[in-house]
């Protein structure tokens, strides 16, 4: 079964460089989550889209952005990197409301 | 603080044992579920549990969902290195609102 792909699996930066990390949904999925997930922490929301529009903002810096296109691949745009954003980037996509989400197998930022 | 606390932390058993971890809020959740998560990797859904009082069996995973829809509880039994993950339980509030996810229970099952 498809699952949810996101590119790249790795990524290496430096301070106050941009990134841009792709998220692609299961097909027929609705809505698209993105999470940040420190080191032993807990994923935290970022923000998600509910047919190609934002539907909810967590807490996401001033200095990310996301979207969602046409064919329901979503972005996010992270620029003016700062050593703590280095983390897990998890994307997530639902179908509705009570089944839960299937999460991508994430990109993990390094800052350096 | 936590709208989901998780506990034990951390829990270390060997093969073959039992062990339940649990999931409270002091908030209603209209449903919760569980996630497994490796290393590196996505949390993976195990189960959703919407109705209180609920039981779900996945092999030899048992979910529970409080009456009161405030509390879930995940029994494991016969536990096997493979089980070996971090368990977040997971959930939106009673407004349908907020998604959130507990800190986790680190579960290590030894051989």
């Known amino acids: 079964a498809a699952g949810v792909i996101q590119s790249p699996r790795h990524l290496i930066k430096e301070k106050r460089e941009t990134a841009t990390l792709k998220c692609y949904p299961i097909p027929r999925h609705d809505t698209v989550y993105w999470y940040q997930q420190g080191p032993g922490q807990d994923p935290q929301f970022l923000i998600s889209f509910y047919e190609k529009m934002q539907s909810d903002k967590g807490s996401i810096p001033d200095r990310f952005s996301a979207q969602q296109f046409s064919d329901y691949h979503s972005e996010l745009n992270m620029s003016s990197l700062e050593l703590g954003d280095s983390a897990l980037y998890f994307c997530?996509?639902?179908?509705?409301?009570?089944?839960?989400?299937?999460f991508g197998s994430g990109t993990r930022l390094t800052v350096v | 603080t936590q709208l989901l606390e998780q506990s034990p932390q951390f829990l270390s058993i060997q093969e073959g044992e039992n062990l339940t971890v649990y999931c409270n809020s002091s908030?209603?959740?209209?449903?919760l579920q569980w996630y497994r998560q490796e290393p590196g990797e996505g949390p993976v859904l195990l189960v959703t549990?919407?109705?209180?009082?609920e039981v779900k069996k996945l092999k030899r995973l048992t979910f529970q969902f409080g009456d009161a829809r405030k509390d879930s509880s995940l029994h494991i039994t016969a536990a096997q290195p493979g089980d070996t993950g971090l368990y977040l339980c997971?959930?939106?509030?009673?407004?349908?609102?907020?998604?959130?996810f507990g800190p986790g229970t680190r579960l290590s099952v030894l051989p």
């Open positions: 549990v919407v109705t209180g009082g």
């Open positions: 997971a959930g939106f509030d009673n407004y349908g609102q907020n998604f959130v």
């Open positions: 997530a996509s639902s179908r509705g409301f009570n089944y839960g989400y299937t």
């Open positions: 908030s209603v959740f209209s449903s």
